[in-house]
T-cell receptor, first 114, second 113 residues
Framework: EAGVAQSPRYKIIEKRQSVAFWCNPI?????LYWYQQILGQGPKLLIQ????????DSQLPKDRFSAERLKGVDSTLKIQPAKLEDSAVYLC????????????FGPGTRLTVT | AQSVTQLDSQVPVFEEAPVELRCNYS??????LFWYVQYPNQGLQLLLK??????LVESINGFEAEFNKSQTSFHLRKPSVHISDTAEYFC???????????FGTGTRLQVTL
């Protein structure tokens, strides 16, 4: 089966600009996750969707970050306006809605904010 | 709430030597445990997992990990490493009642000749 797809793979923007990332999960996976991975750290969950509903967005900086999964399949994560500290790899993952909720990750988008 | 501790940020090792990457977790309920590997400029790949049953789990490329409930550990081992094993390794935990995955800070395994 096809894996989790993400685009773009790399993005360089200036601070205060906006950027959007796209993710297409594995077919049949109801749950979709967006993580932020800052260099030298483990991934941090930003938001979790189950179908098109939000399960957990407690660590999403809602003043500048937004995410949607309108049809319960693919998803977009947006940052507006970007700050220097948003430089990171943004990972998308998906899983079935059953324990142990094994997550499969996409290749990530490396964002550099200058 | 659960947490994961990976005490070693970097582990240098010579090729063909054994290696152990340490992982300790804390949780008030039973857990599922995972090791993920991240090669440069790639996403995370599942290396192995403990769900239940045998406490020793193995991967297809020679890694193994042992779940130790009394010590709340899930250390990753390989008896003989290869240059291609150079990567970042992340330990992660989730509970059976929620799908949130909590990661450790990662251990960079650097294999040299």
């Amino acid at each position: 089966e096809a894996g989790v797809a993400q685009s773009p793979r790399y993005k360089i923007i200036e601070k205060r600009q906006s950027v959007a990332f796209w993710c297409n999960p594995i077919s049949g996976h109801a749950t979709l996750y967006w993580y932020q991975q800052i260099l030298g750290q483990g991934p941090k969950l930003l938001i979790q969707f189950q179908n098109n509903g939000v399960v957990d967005d407690s660590q999403l900086p809602k003043d500048r970050f937004s995410a949607e999964r309108l049809k319960g399949v693919d998803s977009t994560l947006k940052i507006q306006p970007a700050k220097l500290e948003d430089s990171a790899v943004y990972l998308c993952a998906s899983s079935r809605d059953l324990p142990p909720y094994e997550q499969y990750f996409g290749p990530g988008t490396r964002l550099t904010v200058t | 709430a659960q947490s994961v501790t990976q005490l070693d940020s970097q582990v240098p090792v010579f090729e063909e030597a054994p290696v152990e990457l340490r992982c300790n977790y804390s949780s008030s309920v039973s857990v599922y445990l995972f090791w993920y590997v991240q090669y440069p400029n790639q996403g995370l790949q599942l290396l192995l997992k403990y769900l239940s049953g045998s406490t020793l789990v193995e991967s297809i490329n020679g890694f193994e990990a042992e779940f130790n409930k009394s010590q709340t550990s899930f250390h990753l081992r390989k008896p003989s490493v290869h240059i291609s094993d150079t990567a970042e390794y992340f330990c992660a935990v989730t509970t059976g009642t929620a799908s949130k995955l909590t990661f450790g800070t990662g251990t960079r395994l650097q294999v040299t000749l």
